[in-house]
């Protein structure tokens, strides 16, 4: 099988560059070669390559700065991923396409499922949900995996963050009443593997029965403050956590109080993830 497959120098698509070696012949792609706001080149570039199936971890993932680019980030979440369903579906190839915590709201504490109303709060979610309706609308065979809070040990992210700052600072002011389930990246990378290599064993109605959309997050919940505090004590790195509000935090781009996902539908037909502490300790470790 011929993937073609973006994003290979972000987190989730460094994971997938070594996750799906064992499917077939990954043709990876950074934004040198295939550049997700130019999209007669995403076009160009698939067109070129003719893989039977496209891996689309590749993302505009700046939440605040999208609130001053919506028309670049709405280019490369959702008008670049339209782009790559419909020649998707030209040459008779599937999509697996990532989306995000963030296209709901988040207003009541229960863990949203698939089928639950969507209402982002932030440009970035809004421009995430738009590809995920493209995507939807194409009638392209797709899975997206809608994950949460990702973190790993390369890119940008959360713990690299913590890591920093708490060897810098003497204390860490982090909100606590913003909740959600970490996500390793290698999980995600895994679990998507895991589940197309069940796809080529599965024939040709495979796509029809188990395609669609999966929330992939980790089991359990924290707030960022508890996952500040379960980053340092597995590091062992002592400092001051002090727990605040969201309103001491002022960002410019609103966060969904409750970001936690309900992955039961991915667990019935493929597999549990694990609890994000035990996630997070083997990602340290
Ligand atoms: N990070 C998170 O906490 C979460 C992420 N997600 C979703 O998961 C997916 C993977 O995210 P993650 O790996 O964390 O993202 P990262 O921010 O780590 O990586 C984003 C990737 O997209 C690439 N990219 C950005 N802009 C362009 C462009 N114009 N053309 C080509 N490539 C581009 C980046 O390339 P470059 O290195 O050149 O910038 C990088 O490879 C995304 O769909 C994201 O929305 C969902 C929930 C949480
Ligand atoms: C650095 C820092 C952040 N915070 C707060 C700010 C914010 O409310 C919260 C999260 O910070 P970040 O801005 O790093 O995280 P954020 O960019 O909002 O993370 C999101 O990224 C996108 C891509 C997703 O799809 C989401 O699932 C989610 O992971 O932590 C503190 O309270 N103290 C701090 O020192």
Not at 92 to 121: I, K
Not at 156 to 185: C, Y
Not at 200 to 223: F, K, M, V
Not at 264 to 271: K, M, N, S, T
Request: charge should be negative; hydrophobic fraction near 40%; proline fraction near 5%.
């Amino acid at each position: 099988m011929k993937i073609l497959l973006t994003g290979s120098t972000g987190q989730v698509g460094y994971e997938l560059e070594r996750s799906l070696q064992g499917l077939g012949e990954v043709i990876a792609v950074d934004r040198g070669r295939m550049d997700l706001s130019d999209l007669d080149q995403v076009r160009d570039v698939i067109r070129a390559t003719r893989p039977q199936l496209i891996v689309n971890p590749a993302a505009y993932t700046a939440v605040d700065k999208a609130e001053t680019e919506p028309e670049l980030a709405h280019r490369i979440n959702a008008e670049a991923p339209a782009v790559m369903a419909a020649e998707a579906r030209l040459l008779g190839a599937a999509l697996v396409h990532y989306s995000t915590d963030y296209v709901f709201s988040g207003y009541d504490a229960a863990a949203r499922g698939e089928h639950d109303a969507t209402g982002p709060l932030n440009v970035y979610g809004a421009s995430k949900l738009a590809g995920e309706q493209a995507i939807a609308a194409s009638g392209v065979p797709h899975l997206i995996f809608r994950t949460s809070w990702v973190f790993g040990m390369r890119g940008k992210n959360f713990l690299l963050t913590m890591l920093r700052l708490a060897k810098e600072r003497d204390e860490l002011r982090i909100v606590d009443d913003q909740h959600g389930a970490p996500t390793w990246s290698r999980t995600i990378a895994d679990t998507t593997a895991l589940i197309l290599a069940q796809a080529r064993a599965g024939g040709p109605d495979w796509w029809q029965e188990n395609g669609g959309t999966y929330h992939l997050s980790s089991q359990g919940r924290t707030t960022w403050f508890g996952f500040t505090a379960a980053i340092l004590e597995e590091a062992g790195i002592a400092c001051n956590l002090v727990p605040i509000t969201t309103n001491d935090y002022p960002l410019p781009a609103a966060r969904p109080q409750y970001s936690a996902l309900c992955s039961d539908r991915l667990q019935e037909r493929f597999v549990r993830l694990p609890d994000w502490r035990d996630a997070l300790r083997l990602c340290l470790h």
